[in-house]
């Protein structure tokens, strides 16, 4: 190694060694995320060779979570939160606890204390952010209802193990006690609160307002530097200040720059550092794996496997099912939980230098973290592909394709894309809802209706509505950086077919028209065109 510079030897010989073996992944047809894992391994301390800076790499790695995190606040509304919370709270709290007890009688199985076998249990209860994000995203889960639920359920994860990491110290103190326990409690939740309180009176006015003011100036590098200084700096300020993850700080940060009219744009900006980053999370994970536990515990590794992917699975299953959601999207939601990852090494790690846990039990979860998350995108390919072709109405495994010719898509059966489709049966215009919540697609199909569920900017979804046959597509969601994505998909598909698309500002009719939409209506504008028509209509009348 270049003893003089090892992070840019690292970075550079981490990026190199995940695009190669990624890139053998992929033409495997396998996911990429295997190849990331391979390189991680290749370049760790287990094998011989050259030899990473496991350090560096695993501080690399934070970066890429906090990058991660930061996009998905970008994309998740605290109204999007809230309107998942009495599934993704109560469904979290349970899985832990189910989890947790599962890896406690391994533990126990294993010979350890009642408080290491409980400790293993509880790092294999939460999901990796990073692997589960990559999967919705790559499937295009991440803005459905389903993706709403498994992101939710997620920051409920990581609000619990905000709360281990202050109770695992104080429980390996020999002088904790109940009142002790009780007290440093009571301060997380007060720290999480004040953050909490902070970002959502304070950040959710300077953060767009910022934005702004930096956007004046005309320079990109400016507004990019500004997008990275925000979501970084928050969320390496919250772990400073309030003790909480950076994960949580920098899903806060995305999520209050998601209110300013400029988050698609802020997303763009950042999406490729984000790629790279995440990358090196995954290197980082395959460097720390000792491979020899295959060896000498294969079936202390095997039942661990079985607890994180089928254990968690089948518990996240069964309480999606008994909310009275579908069982596809249940599918959905077990297979995105059905990994461990960074919260599950940091609290194995704070648990090794506590004297809690041994080495064996680190390296026993790190290669069954690592097994699992190989693992995981083919049993997320299998669960979203039940969830975007399942007919809900008729019970049948295919897709609902409609078959008619010169027809309307409306994207979007919220309140916008109701009242256009309403109008148009009124008119008798044939057209075919794309929505991705399955409530709204079923009783539009009961109605006899023809609707498609999934997320429009996939090409079997617009398929399956008939793109081809369209004369136009009206995208009637609020999001610009979802309906651009619709946007340049659609044209790529359908290049004839007219686009029009709804927007907030100014900035979002340029947007959204520089990616090929036809018109974008702004609603104040339209508003006011419209007041300033009657005016004078009436003034001509008079």
């Known amino acids: ?74 994309h ?51 999901a990796s952010t990073v692997v589960m994000l990559r999967a919705l995203e790559e499937n295009q889960l991440l803005d459905t209802r389903a993706g709403h639920i498994a992101v939710g359920w997620l920051i409920v994860e990581d609000l619990a193990m905000v709360v281990a990491l202050v109770v695992v110290p104080v429980l390996a103190s020999e002088t904790a006690g109940p009142g002790l326990l009780a007290g440093e409690l009571a301060w997380t939740l007060v720290r999480v609160t004040l953050f909490a309180a902070l970002m959502v009176i304070v950040g959710k006015r300077v953060i767009p307002w910022l934005l702004a003011r930096v956007a004046d100036t005309g320079s990109r590098e400016l507004f990019t530097l500004s997008v990275l200084a925000i979501g970084m700096g928050v969320a390496v300020g919250a772990a400073w200040l309030f003790q909480v993850s950076f994960a949580l700080g920098a899903f806060f940060a ?61 518990v996240a299953f069964g309480l999606v099912r008994l909310m009275r959601y579908s069982r596809q999207m249940s599918l959905v939601v077990a297979a995105a939980l059905a ?33 699992s998350i190989m693992v995981n995108p083919l049993l997320f390919a299998w669960a979203a592909r039940s969830y975007r072709g399942v007919d809900r109405a008729s019970g049948d495994a295919t897709p609902l394709a409609y078959s008619g010719s010169e027809h309307v898509i409306v994207v979007g059966f919220g309140r916008v894309g109701t009242r256009v489709a309403t109008t148009l049966w009124q008119l008798d ?3 075919v809802i794309i929505d991705d919540d399955e409530n709204r697609v079923t009783a539009l199909r009961e109605d006899g209706r023809q609707a498609i569920l999934g997320n429009a900017v996939r090409n079997k979804v617009l398929q399956a509505a008939g793109i081809d ?22 044209k790529a598909i359908a290049p004839d077919v007219r686009v029009i698309a709804r927007g907030h500002e100014d900035v979002d009719v340029e947007y959204l028209t520089g990616l090929g939409a036809d018109r974008v209506l702004v609603g104040v504008y339209e508003v006011a065109d419209l007041m300033a028509t009657d005016v004078l209509t009436e003034a001509d009348s008079a």
């Open 429 to 431: 215009v044939p057209c």
């Open 339 to 371: 990994q461990i990852g960074e919260f599950s090494f940091i609290l194995i790690t704070l648990g090794v230098q506590e004297g809690i846990l041994s080495g064996d039990a680190r390296d026993l979860l790190l290669g069954a973290a690592i097994i």
């Open 1 to 74: 190694m270049l003893h003089h510079a090892p992070l840019l030897t690292t970075m550079a010989v981490g990026l190199v060694a995940a695009f190669i073996l990624g890139l053998i992944a992929q033409r495997l047809r396998l996911s990429p995320i295997v190849g990331y894992l391979a390189a991680g391994l290749v370049i760790g301390p287990y094998t011989p060779g050259f030899e990473a800076d496991t350090e560096i790499a695993v501080e690399l790695s934070e970066i890429g979570v906090i990058l991660l995190m930061f996009g998905v606040g970008l």
């Open 76 to 126: 998740f509304s605290f109204r999007d939160l809230m309107a998942v919370r009495r599934v993704a709270v109560p469904g979290a709290v349970v899985q832990i606890i189910a989890a947790t007890a599962l890896g406690t009688l391994v533990g126990l199985w294993l010979d350890w204390t009642l408080g290491a076998s409980m400790l293993f249990g509880l790092a294999l209860s939460v």
């Open 254 to 314: 995305g999520m209050i720059m998601r209110e300013s009219d400029l988050a698609h744009r802020a997303a763009d900006d950042s999406l490729p550092l984000r790629d790279a980053f995440a990358v090196l999370f995954f290197v980082s994970v395959g460097m720390l794996v000792d491979w020899h536990i295959v060896l000498t515990a294969p079936f202390a590794l095997i039942v661990t496997i079985f607890v994180i992917v089928v254990g968690k699975s089948i």
């Open 469 to 490: 046959e369209a004369t136009t597509v009206l995208i009637a969601i609020p999001d610009p950086l979802n309906a651009g994505a619709i946007v340049s998909k659609v």
